[in-house]
């Protein structure tokens, strides 16, 4: 089965890089996302990376994929207050279903 | 060209009353999806589409149901709502790997 895991929390200061870690356990995912959610609103798609790339780097964000772990992590440089919302990370599967993490409120402090 | 436009926005409903809540888009996408969003638990799947005139279920159906006449519109509907469901709805669609996500409607079921 299916199932993806996020920390619930992570304080950061401005300008400082964060890094939100993700777990998933289906093998036969194709394409892992990072959303951003602030306060009220839907959710953004930041990045994607397809199974059979390691890392992905996009302006200040860097997502690195370890697949044998099945370990996803997204690197915000220079972490800005326009930077504090959750973020989700979610797995693609062949089964026409994305799956999301619960999950992690990111809290820059100037 | 709207992306994926879903009403209303907000909505209060008392235990056993029916509604629809309404999801299109303009993309000319053929897969379409509900999901809801409870604190802490991320995103989770209600039903999906994957065309005009199909319909499947997600891990989360009952108490809902769907239909698919047009490409366009993919509404939802509770048939008697209850308290469980509180909860806000996003619509998606996916064309290739790339899900676009609605601004979500906010209901409470009191």
């Known amino acids: 089965g299916e199932d993806v895991e996020q920390s619930l929390f992570l304080s950061v200061r401005e300008g400082d890089s964060s890094v939100i870690n993700c777990t998933y356990t289906?093998?036969?995912?194709?394409?892992l996302y990072w959303y951003k959610q602030e306060p009220g609103a839907g959710l953004q798609l930041l990045t994607y990376?397809?199974?059979?790339?390691d890392m992905k780097q996009d302006q200040r964000l860097t997502v690195l994929l370890n697949k044998k772990d099945k370990h996803l992590s997204l690197r915000i440089a220079d972490t800005q207050t326009g930077d504090s919302a959750i973020y989700f990370c979610?797995?693609?599967?062949?089964?026409?279903?994305?799956?999301f993490g619960g999950g992690t409120r990111v809290l820059v402090k100037p | 060209n709207a992306g994926v436009t879903q009403t209303p926005k907000f909505q209060v409903l008392k235990t056993g009353q029916s509604m629809t809540l309404q999801c299109a888009q303009d993309m000319n996408h053929e897969y379409m999806s509900w999901y809801r969003q409870d604190p802490g638990m991320g995103l989770r799947l209600i039903h999906y589409s994957v065309g005009a005139g199909i319909t499947d279920q997600g891990e989360v159906p009952n108490g809902y149901n769907v239909s698919r006449s047009t490409t366009e519109d993919f509404p939802l509907r509770l048939l008697s709502a209850a308290p469980s469901q509180t909860s806000v709805y996003f619509c998606?669609?996916?064309?290739?790997?790339?899900?676009?996500f609605g601004s979500g409607t906010r209901l409470t079921v009191v």
């Open positions: 979610a797995e693609s599967t062949a089964g026409n279903k994305l799956t």
């Open positions: 998606a669609t996916r064309e290739g790997y790339g899900y676009t």
């Open positions: 289906d093998s036969s995912s194709t394409y």
């Open positions: 990376i397809f199974s059979n790339m």
